[in-house]
């Protein structure tokens, strides 16, 4: 019966937006639109539980606070802690980046620069700057610096983000091994933060920090920006509610930590995955319960950051392409843990909403083309439906306005009425122009995968300076 779970689910899905696709060419009136009723009525209900149990996470993260520094931060050792950076043709932001990890509050162990492959003179940049020595290395040569003695590079030929990282993690010698993108920048606390979350709780095995998008200075910079700062920022309130629950699958692999005895006992990232982090989680989680002994993930508030974003959009397309694309071949994957309680809250419910997610993208965008198609048909539509979108709005309006005040909570940010008005603009326009190109990236994705290719592109043109990040708390 397990074994029928997971068809069973995907095919009702299915099943459900197949018909509504067909009563959209065979009904009239109401029924004609039924796609779109669906949809609403899903994402509705998905995010009034997402903001209520958020809400419930940030007041318990709001006693935490109150409750000061627990004891077992003041009186145990501190792990040591090597930090990856996976670089190809990075030239350009490698010096910010590097500038953020010297003014952290706590230093790392160790930093190790896995140069993969790059035609951007990023070695001789670096060993210019850093005074590099270097020894063969396999393939390749490592250098160590001169003048900043916790710096390494690893220089190879290029073999991919995922296989760089399981050469990293293999030569680091700190107890967390942290990875993190060429293009993102932490905040001064951010590595001490991490310490404290592993120290703190001896069973996480993989945290993640919180990340602000920030997009490079091209004509539709601001558009970007302003969308992707609110979708982060309900992404990462979300993962803190999953976090609760005990089922968080997503860590950014831009700024994530790993104890390196689950990557040891893992045997690393999937070089085959087109989401190596995200594949990652998944098969942490199989072998904790699996073997007995379930460990933790969590999203660390005080470990914050920003990254580059995509600034375009055939970038942003591309991006989307790839994660979904990914994510759907990893939840194939791991197609066996859907509905299987031995798998915990993961199992019985996350993968089951994942399993929902799957499809959609595809009642979204399929909800906006009948919608479209039925105005001009008509040039009308029904009083009903035009309730339904407009209280959809209002509905909207109210409940990201305050998760956008809950992330703000959360991250102990002073509450901007700027902000908070901006989140209201957004989440009006939202649905008629970004959401649209994200269901149409994640169509893609669904082509990509079926078509088993992806095209890797550079997330900005070489030589482009990306703008230097602002502090996280000025927002």
């Known amino acids: ?17 197949i018909f509504t696709l067909y009563a959209s060419f065979a009904f009239r009136g109401i029924a004609a639109w039924s796609i779109g009723l669906v949809y609403i009525a899903y994402d509705s209900v998905l995010l009034l539980f997402m903001v209520i149990s958020s809400q419930v996470a940030v007041t318990r993260q709001d006693r935490l606070r109150k409750a000061g520094r627990p004891a077992i931060l003041l009186n145990s050792p501190r792990p040591t802690l090597t930090v990856l950076i996976c ?4 030239r350009v932001v490698l010096p910010e980046c590097l500038r953020a990890l010297r003014e952290q509050t706590e230093s790392a162990d160790e930093i190790i620069i896995l140069d993969d492959g790059s035609t951007d003179d990023t070695v001789g940049w670096l060993t210019k700057e850093y005074d590099f020595t270097f020894v063969p290395h396999g393939a390749g040569q490592l250098g160590s610096s001169l003048n900043w003695p916790a710096l390494r590079i690893l220089s190879k030929p290029n073999s991919g983000k995922a296989d760089s990282l399981n050469q990293g993690w293999k030569l680091a010698q700190g107890e967390i ?22 120290v703190e709780d001896p069973n996480l095995g993989i945290a ?21 700062t609110f979708e982060y920022a309900r992404g990462f309130l979300w993962r803190l509610t999953f976090m609760q629950y005990n089922m968080l699958l997503l860590i950014s692999g831009a ?4 104890r390196r005895s689950v990557l040891e006992s893992s045997g690393g990232f999937d070089a085959t995955s087109w989401v190596e982090d995200y594949e990652l989680t998944h098969r942490f989680y199989q072998d904790s319960f699996n073997s ?29 392409r790839r994660w979904f694309a990914g994510f759907i071949a990893t939840h194939f994957k791991y197609h066996h843990m859907v509905a299987n309680a031995r798998y915990g809250a993961v199992g019985r419910y996350m993968l089951c909403l994942k399993t929902l997610d799957l499809l959609l993208p595809i009642y979204a965008l399929a909800a906006a083309v009948v919608l479209i198609a039925l105005l001009s048909i008509r040039h009308f539509l029904d009083i009903f439906i035009v309730k339904i979108i407009v209280l ?74 990306v703008p230097t990040s602002p502090h996280i708390r000025s927002s």
């Not at 019966?1 to 937006?17: A, D, E, N």
């Not at 670089?87 to 990075?90: F, G």
């Not at 293009?183 to 404290?196: G, S, V």
């Open 255 to 258: 700024f994530a930590a790993y």
């Open 292 to 320: 007995g002994h379930p460990v933790t993930v969590k999203i660390i508030s005080n470990a914050q950051g920003t990254t580059d974003a995509p600034a375009s959009v055939s970038m942003f397309l591309n991006q989307r």
């Open 392 to 465: 959809k709005l209002i509905f909207d309006l109210f409940f990201h306005a305050y998760s956008i005040i809950l992330y703000q909570r959360w991250l102990g940010i002073p509450l901007s009425r700027k902000m908070w008005l901006q989140s209201m603009g957004a989440t009006l326009t939202e649905p008629f122009v970004f959401q649209i190109m994200r269901q149409l990236g994640a169509v893609f994705g669904w082509l990509a995968f079926l078509r088993r290719k992806i095209d890797w592109q550079p997330q900005r043109p070489a030589l482009v300076q």
């Open 1 to 17: 019966m397990q074994s029928l779970r997971w068809p069973l689910l995907f095919g009702t899905v299915l099943g459900v937006l």
């Open 177 to 198: 091994v942290v990875t993190l993108d060429a293009d993102t920048c932490m905040e001064p606390p951010a590595l001490a933060a991490i310490r404290d979350g592993f």
């Open 208 to 228: 993640g920090g919180v990340l602000i998008p920030i997009c490079q200075r091209t004509p539709w910079a601001g558009f970007f920006q302003f969308f992707q």
């Open 87 to 90: 670089a190809r043709n990075e």
